[in-house]
């Protein structure tokens, strides 16, 4: 988009959410008939001049963030109570209380590390803008090209930094390729090695918990894995994934000829970063959190009163048995 038509769309949406003036009022000034200014303010929320920010009352349920907190032996909990939300809903607000805890953390000349997903792109969403001298963003996993490029990973990562005015390494690789010699000479590439370097000095990770249930498995659902290929990780035992690292309810890595094929973080550099949130809610989640946590992938967790709930019932369950 040219420099002119930004500073077009910019001008009028400045008049119209910070001067109250009415379209027709616009209309007036400018010399645009109001449809035409109605079409423009929507261009510029549509290319991310305009961002509409909800502030919604966080209410958490301390109980079972203690609760959580001792039995996935984390450092920190946070659950967002949910009266009546829908997904959508329930996905802004966990962003909203995740950037909280997310800021919490931040420091200058820290090294960050982001996945993907809907709940990390709520989460940078919500996080307020200030600058920090020396900050990085790394961008974890191979990318997923998905038809929403928002939520995938280098966006997400350029995002991010830009908030804090800081820099950013994107991992040039898909998600998956078509072997594991692939994957090997792939990785080897010089310009890779450079962002794989940077792996090594990520101090705090910013992650999605992805499940392996059909309808909210995020990589079914953004055309990486079919049904077909979904169904054979369940085969394996897994239950979930963090940075497409998939393991079973214990916390075991998968082990298939997929999971070979997976450019991203290995599983030990994910466990020795200090700072590791995890992201997730929802009850398909409950169980991918509780193999994450027992697999050592997140250490922070922000989750919301359904997928706490469930993991309780699931581990009181397993004590009866």
Known sequence: MEVQRIELLARIAEMYYEQNLTQSQIAQRIGYSRSMISRMINEARENNIVEIRIHYPLQRVRELE??????????????????????????????????????????????????????????????????????????????????????????????LARLFGGQYATLPLPLIVDSEATRLALLNAPHVQRVLHQFKQIELALVGVGTVDFEYASLLRAGYLDYRQLESLREAGAVGDVCAIHIDLQGCLIDTPLTRCIVGIDPETLRAIPVRIGVAGGQAKALPILAASRAGFINHLVTDEVAALRIQKFLEGEKTK
């Open 66 to 159: 203690a609760y959580l907190q001792d039995v996935l032996q984390l450092r920190e909990v946070r659950v967002l109570q949910r009266v009546a939300l829908t997904h959508s809903e329930m996905l802004r607000q966990l962003g909203a209380l995740a950037s909280l805890l997310l800021e919490e953390h931040l420091r200058e000349y820290l090294t960050i590390g982001t996945s993907w997903g809907t709940a990390v792109y709520e989460t940078v969403n919500a996080v307020r803008p200030h600058a920090l001298e020396g900050l990085r963003v790394v961008q974890m996993i191979g990318s997923l090209g998905t038809p929403n490029p928002e939520i995938d990973g280098p966006e997400l990562a350029r995002r």
